[in-house]
């Protein structure tokens, strides 16, 4: 009898997992919306919502003598981020990010197009690893490791002064704006830090970019009678130009968007990401925080829009 | 046409050997290639007709021996500077330019003028018979499409040779009788050599002047479709184009007094009630059928021989049903044939 009742549970239980499952068979939306549930709420209440609050935060204002923020809406505090010195220092983040982007870009190439095409096996993993392994060790300590690099003593100053070059050295930072006493801390040392932290994030979509093209398309170049030259202009970049793209959405946003290495190095011009910081820690002015943030936001909207025609999102 | 340029082959290799480490992936071929002709390279993979048609092509060089195109010597030229193009076997179309730019990029790479660019891509896309086509680009396209596109990339250019990497490969059978047809139309009207690479033997006995049946990187046979198939002059090729019945030793010694072994296509055995009085200068042997399978159109019957081996036997349904035929499974027959169609093989 005990026999007959558990067969019968076991029955009952397998046969509600086959109704289960048949449901979901039927109704294969529910189950997308099911699986999808906990990162989507993930996504829309921290990610979008935190998002909408820092948009909300940009309507309001800092009362200048009781330095309370008054919770109405106001463009006043968008009136205060288009003074100059505020739009000084979008130029020049901006700047920036596209300086770094067209650097990385163009060191990236070269080392990618050798991984993807030349390198064997081995040493393809062994690219793979030396790209990446920078990534494994503190941000911070390589960043200061670069102020040291660059200081008036240190190793480029020193290879300047051995080979008698001290006189270029002292023209190049003699340039106004982007010069500066020592390469650490004029623009240079900036540029250079960003360049050597972000290029791991070009590399490796435009490597992958590279990597698809078939070798059939390249020798179907080569046989309707194009060079090298012209299949490495005609076939390899444009089928390439994607994942470069998208490596630049990495570069120019991640330079947009930092203050840790124009702090470290460089000639004290504030950056976007430090004016936040400032902002909201130091002066207790979230809503200028908050509007100077949106700054970056709206120059991404645009460069996705443009990177999304120029289709690099079929390369990610 | 000029009848001496006729007399200098399209194609010469001279005892090409090309390797890869250990492998052999074309060991010590030599082969002519006439001047206008439709020529197939048939072989299983890795037999290494692929390899040769690189070889051809630029792509690879040879590691011995020497490749002649219309008569020059051409191992160390690349592939740009040959005059002869390739229609790849995953066609190899540029995905980032339309129908158009695929097809002028031969022409555009050689600084052909835009007008006479735009004249010859109209026209061999008329060639293919996909002159709306100009404007989409390659994803648009159904197989069959980029098929005639990748064979219009390649007849732009008005190469010597066009080389065909088993090009009807990825099509469905129907569509690929077609392009078998239409290919060799093509061939016809534009009088290009063609070398054409295919595992298939049926594609090769339809669209062939000639054939170089391959194995293991060698050239077991080069003839004409019905040579090839009639007097098959290796086991290889008797058992690989078509299907062929192997008499060894001890049938053959009794048969033909030889313990040569000789092959004898299904199609030429007749099979009949045991004991009926043949003909003069046929052959007879008796056996029982082991298995019947029932192909719609024809049926293969399989007949163990008495004193050893099998032979398969191929008849057309003229008369019979499948009822019919599968009732003759475990028959007592006579299978008989004219000792004319027997080819005795090289031994290997």
């Known amino acids: ?316 | 046409m000029d009848k001496s340029s006729n007399l200098i082959p399209a194609v010469r290799f001279e005892n090409v050997s090309r390797h890869f480490g250990e492998v052999k992936a074309v060991d010590d071929v030599s082969l002519e290639i006439h001047d206008g002709e439709f020529f197939s390279m048939l072989g299983p993979s890795g037999s290494g007709k692929t390899t040769c048609l690189r070889l051809i092509a630029g792509f690879e060089q040879p590691n011995l021996g020497s490749i002649f195109l219309h008569g020059a010597r051409v191992n160390e030229l690349p592939p740009y500077a040959r005059d002869v193009n390739t229609v790849f076997q995953d066609y190899a179309l540029f995905p980032h330019m339309s129908v158009e730019e695929n097809v002028g990029y031969g022409l555009m790479v050689k600084k052909v003028a835009k007008a006479e660019r735009t004249r010859r891509v109209q026209e061999t896309l008329e060639l293919v018979r996909l002159p709306q086509m100009a404007k989409r680009k390659p994803s648009q396209l159904s197989g069959g499409q980029r098929q005639r596109i990748a064979l219009a990339r390649a007849l732009v250019n008005r190469p010597r040779v066009l080389l065909l990497d088993e090009p009807l490969g990825a099509l469905d059978l129907k569509l690929r009788q077609e392009m078998q047809i239409e290919l060799k139309e093509i061939q016809k009207q534009v009088g290009i050599t063609f070398v054409f690479v295919t595992h298939d033997q049926e594609e090769a006995l339809t669209m062939s002047d000639r054939i170089a049946v391959f194995n293991a990187g060698r050239v077991e046979q080069i003839g004409a479709p019905a040579e090839i198939y009639e007097h098959p002059q290796t086991a290889f090729v008797a058992g690989f184009v078509g299907t062929s019945n192997l008499v060894h030793s001890q049938v053959a010694q009794k048969l033909t007094g030889s313990n040569e072994t000789f092959s004898i296509r299904p199609e030429k055995i007749r099979m009949v009630e045991p004991g009926t009085q043949v003909q003069n200068g046929w052959t007879a042997l008796d056996g029982a059928v082991r298995e019947v399978v029932y192909l719609g159109m024809l049926t293969r019957y399989i007949v163990a021989i008495e004193g050893g081996g099998e032979l398969t036997v191929v008849r057309q349904n003229l008369d019979e049903t499948s009822m019919d035929v599968l009732r003759a499974r475990g028959k007592r027959v006579q299978l008989t044939w004219q000792r004319t169609f027997d080819r005795v093989l090289d031994q290997a």
Request: proline share 5%; glycine share 6%.
């Open chain 1, 1 to 316: 009898m005990t026999t007959h009742f558990s067969t019968q549970t076991k029955t009952a239980a397998v046969s509600l997992l086959h109704r289960i499952s048949t449901f979901f068979h039927h109704h294969p939306t529910m189950g997308l919306a099911l699986l999808l549930a906990i990162p989507l709420l993930w996504l829309g209440l921290v990610y979008l919502g935190s998002l909408a609050a820092l948009l909300l935060q940009s309507f309001f204002k800092l009362d200048d003598y009781t330095g309370q923020v008054v919770r109405e809406f106001t463009l006043d505090t968008y009136k205060q981020l288009f003074t100059r010195s505020n739009m000084d220092i979008v130029l020049r983040t901006a700047a920036m990010s596209t300086a770094v982007t067209l650097a990385c870009a163009l060191l990236a190439f070269p080392i990618s197009f050798y991984m993807a095409r030349y390198a064997s096996r081995a040493s393809k993993i062994a690219f793979y690893i030396a790209v990446t392994l920078p990534l494994w060790s503190s941000y911070l300590v390589r960043v200061y490791s670069w102020k040291l690099i660059l200081a008036k003593e240190g190793v480029i100053g020193w290879f300047f002064q051995a080979f008698g070059l001290q006189g270029v050295l002292d023209a190049i930072l003699a340039v106004p704006v982007i010069g500066g006493p020592s390469l650490s801390v004029s623009m240079y040392g900036t540029f250079f830090a960003f360049v050597y932290v972000w290029l791991p994030y070009m590399i490796i979509p435009t490597y992958t970019a590279l990597e698809r093209v078939p070798r059939s398309m390249l020798e179907a170049s080569a046989d309707l009678g194009a060079r090298p030259l012209d299949t490495f202009l005609r076939v390899i970049l444009p089928l390439a130009f994607p994942g470069v793209v998208a490596g630049s959405i990495f570069t120019f946003s991640l330079t947009l968007g930092d203050y840790i290495i124009p702090g470290v190095l460089g000639n004290s011009a504030f950056f976007i990401g430090q004016v936040v910081l400032t902002q909201q820690g130091t002066a207790g002015n979230i809503p200028l925080a908050a509007a100077i943030t949106v700054v970056p936001m709206i120059i991404m909207t645009i460069y996705l829009f443009i990177a999304g025609r120029l289709g690099a999102f079929e390369a990610l």
